[in-house]
């Protein structure tokens, strides 16, 4: 598997430790869906100049994948026996670029050359994605690819086990979490917003049920590392949360312009 940023044409230091190549700051947002990581992880990488890692993308992409090649049943969070070396396998086929969109605010992905975009950003992809992110094949495979962006530039990167597996010597941790009701609640209005139909007892038991799968997995499971700030966005707005990260960063000595 190979991931392409815009700055990937700068050297890469091969199989060094993640200490070693590590040479960059690091700020790791972790924490479930819907806590408020995406804003706070864009908007600290604009203030910088940092590359974005939006790693949960990178599990959606595995998930689509895995569901596109007849290895996952349809439906989000139908559960189902996966076969885990034709999973690796397709993880390690796949070839990622991720290029910052300003308009959007958000990244745009393309694998194998085709743009995915909000393809992989539904609900029923994130069930996917939270299906093979249980399998340590998988989790392996994006390992260094992961790491290896710190190693072109500071790099803000958003997910579940950032600061504890990937980044372990990461200069800020953050674990930003919020209760599964408010967290359901602000997807209904989401949706509702959008004009879709939103059922507020399914959505809250999908979110319950994705949390505790990530959170008990085996591997990196979902959880803050013994050093990060912890926020809750149930009781913070959006503005809050940035400042109060942006505080933390400078307190752990990475500077802003603004
Ligand atoms: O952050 P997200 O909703 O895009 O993540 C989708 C799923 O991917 C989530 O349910 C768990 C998995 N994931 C993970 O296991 N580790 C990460 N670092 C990021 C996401």
Same mark, same amino acid.
Do not use: L
């Given at each position: 598997m190979n991931v392409s940023t815009p700055d990937n044409a700068l050297p890469e230091s091969e199989n060094k430790s993640q200490d070693q190549r590590q040479r960059y700051p690091v700020i790791c947002i972790d924490g479930p869906? %819907? &806590?408020g990581k995406g804003t706070v992880t864009w908007r600290l990488a604009q203030a910088l100049g940092y590359q974005l890692l939006d790693s949960g993308a990178l599990y959606r992409i595995v998930g689509l994948k895995a569901f596109e090649a007849g290895l996952i049943k349809p %439906? &989000? !969070? $139908?559960?189902c026996e996966i076969d885990g070396l034709k999973l690796l396998k397709l993880t390690q086929s796949l070839e990622i670029d991720f290029i910052p969109n300003n308009e959007s605010g958000r990244v745009d992905i393309l694998v194998n050359g085709e743009a995915v975009g909000e393809k992989v950003r539904n609900e029923t992809v994130g069930g996917y994605a939270s299906q093979v992110a249980v399998f340590p094949e998988v989790r392996t495979a994006l390992l260094k690819l992961q790491q290896d962006m710190a190693t072109r530039s500071g790099l803000v990167a958003d997910g579940r !086990?950032? %600061? *504890? $597996? $990937?980044?372990?010597? &990461?200069?800020v941790k953050v674990f930003l979490t919020a209760s599964a009701k408010a967290r359901a609640e602000r997807r209904v209005a989401q949706l509702l917003n959008a004009g879709q139909e939103a059922d507020f007892e399914a959505i809250f038991t999908t979110i319950k049920a994705r949390d505790a799968r990530d959170e008990n997995r *085996? *591997?990196?499971?979902s959880k803050p590392a013994e050093d990060a700030l912890l926020l809750d966005s149930s009781v913070l707005d959006a503005d809050t949360v940035y400042h109060q990260v942006k505080k933390h960063c400078q307190e752990r000595g990475v500077f802003f312009d603004y």
């Open positions: 869906s %819907g &806590a %439906g &989000a !969070d $139908v559960e !086990d950032m %600061g *504890t $597996v $990937v980044f372990p010597n &990461a200069d *085996t *591997t990196a499971p």
